[in-house]
């Protein structure tokens, strides 16, 4: 009877998270693309489709951008069906290329939003999946933090997207369900499969891959199963190796799954940014078509901006963690004040901003006493790498509230575990022997508090601007 009512409300809470996804798909249903990421995303995924290979800024495709970019910047032989890159992974093309070979170009971002929709819905029932391993004690705590994720606003309408998020955040989720029920099974398949949904998480998102070291080393010394880390060891590497060598055979020289560390430090640290991805800087370095040349000169001259000034790292650095814990506001405004949502009444607006915003600092305030106060089981430390290794690398690289998307259910799971078990954890915190705890706790919640309220008062006359009656058509950079 248990096991029935577990299936009813994992399709149940799928169903709800599909239907709520479906409608601003449905709604949108004419938009076309509207970021430099998508318009890429999607170049690549149209010539993968045409079986013309990793190729983007064909003949066609460089018409479209020609305002934004000097063609010019083409010498030498260049090939009408676009140029071979290796900037982007190649994970999220492929699953777009999947799409486009059964549906007419022309209906393209339909279909593939419509089938994102569902992608993205899965979401909710494993997150609640998760919540039952990390919590089994209290089979709520699943089911609070999947309702949580179903209804997240940003996630709702991120089928719109053409990002790899899209499948990034499922193919986490799934792959840390895999990992710890395979150090429960001890079974070959279940290690396999939690390999391979981890590299071609690496093929989406190349970020993942500074995980793997801590998931290895969380499997042979809590799991205790050298067989196991073997295991995950090759599927992994089944899925890395043979576009790093495709890459590095396309540069004659080693080149891992995507390589734009160049660009992404350069923007990272470039005097005009602090940290973030900032127009018209972002398009500094896209006039070079040798991927490996942008690269190299992206790193040569982040050198030299921290050669130059070297007291500004820990600046930047401090940038970077409140931009990755900032307000889910960025994408909002750029759309809005680009005319794509049309003119809203400024009531409305505030209201719709307010509750895109609410939810994340709701799942915050309730996930860092979730945190503190916390009996770190072996399932439970499994997730806390995936946290904290994830965000780090954003410290040191690039930064942007887009990026936290990926951790969300998992903080919701803590944050729902805080909610129902709120009592406990209060008198927890205001134990004697707990004081460093609550003082924890306070410093936390307040740096947030902090962040948030500096983010909004260094925007206030752009948020004037974009709530008067002209908002819409502010045309605001991204």
């Known amino acids: 009877m248990v096991q029935r009512r577990n299936i009813s409300f994992f399709w149940m809470i799928f169903l709800v998270a599909s239907f709520l996804r479906l409608i601003p798909v449905i709604a949108a249903r004419d938009m076309t693309i509207g ?14 489709a045409a079986g013309e290979g990793f190729r ?33 992974a190649p994970g999220y093309p492929i699953f777009l290329s999947l799409i486009y070979r059964v549906s007419a170009l022309e209906d393209r971002f339909l279909i593939a939003r419509l089938v994102q929709a569902f992608l993205m ?26 309702w949580f994720v179903t209804f997240y606003p940003y996630l ?56 793997f070291p801590f998931i290895l080393l969380w499997v042979w010394f809590l799991v205790r199963d050298q067989r196991g880390v073997l295991l995950l060891l090759v599927s992994v590497l089944i899925f890395v190796i043979p576009w790093t060598v495709r890459n590095t055979r396309l540069h004659g020289t080693f080149t891992s799954v995507e390589n734009n560390m160049g660009y992404t430090v350069y923007m990272g640290y470039h005097p005009e940014t602090e940290g973030k991805f900032q127009y018209p800087q972002s398009l500094e370095l896209m006039h ?8 190299r000169v ?39 004040s680009n005319n794509f949502l049309g003119y809203i009444p400024q009531a409305w607006l505030i209201l719709i ?7 994340f600092t709701v799942l915050m305030i309730f996930t860092v006493p979730g945190l503190v106060v916390q009996e770190w089981t072996k399932p439970r430390i499994l997730v806390g790498i995936v946290l904290f290794v994830y965000f780090a690398p954003h410290l040191l690289l690039l930064a942007e509230p887009r990026f936290h998307l990926t951790i969300v259910p998992l903080l919701a799971v803590f944050a729902a575990n805080a909610w129902l078990d709120r009592k406990k954890i209060i008198a927890d915190l205001f134990r004697q022997s707990s004081k460093w705890k609550l003082a924890l706790t306070v410093v936390l919640i307040g740096l947030l508090f902090i962040n948030w309220g500096t983010e909004l008062w260094l925007d206030a006359e752009q948020l004037k601007l974009l709530f008067s009656p002209e908002g819409n058509r502010l045309y605001l950079n991204y």
């Open 35 to 48: 970021l430099d990421d998508m318009f890429q995303y999607d170049m690549l995924a149209r010539s993968l």
């Open 298 to 336: 992206g790193i040569e001259k982040t050198i030299g901006f921290i050669r130059d000034d070297p007291g500004r790292v820990p600046y930047l650095v401090l940038r970077k963690l409140g931009y990755f814990f900032s307000l889910e506001r960025k994408a909002l405004t750029y759309f809005y």
């Open 56 to 88: 983007w800024y064909g003949e066609d495709d460089l018409e479209l951008v020609e305002r934004y970019l000097p063609v010019e910047f083409i010498k030498g032989e260049y090939d009408p069906r676009g140029v071979l890159t290796s900037f982007r």
């Open 156 to 211: 709702l309408v991120y089928p719109l997207a053409l990002a790899t998020e899209v499948i990034f955040i499922p193919l986490v989720l799934a792959c840390i369900l895999f990992i710890l029920k395979a150090a429960d099974s001890h079974r070959w398949q279940d290690y396999l499969l939690a390999g391979a949904l981890l590299g071609y998480a690496a093929l989406t998102r190349s970020v993942v891959l500074a995980l």
């Open 121 to 146: 819905a899965s979401i909710a029932p494993l997150t609640w999946l998760l919540g039952r391993r990390l919590f089994p004690e209290n089979q709520k705590v699943g089911k609070v933090a999947a």
């Open 288 to 295: 070079f078509l040798d991927d490996a040349e942008r690269n």
């Open 353 to 359: 901003f307010c509750i895109f915003m609410l939810p």
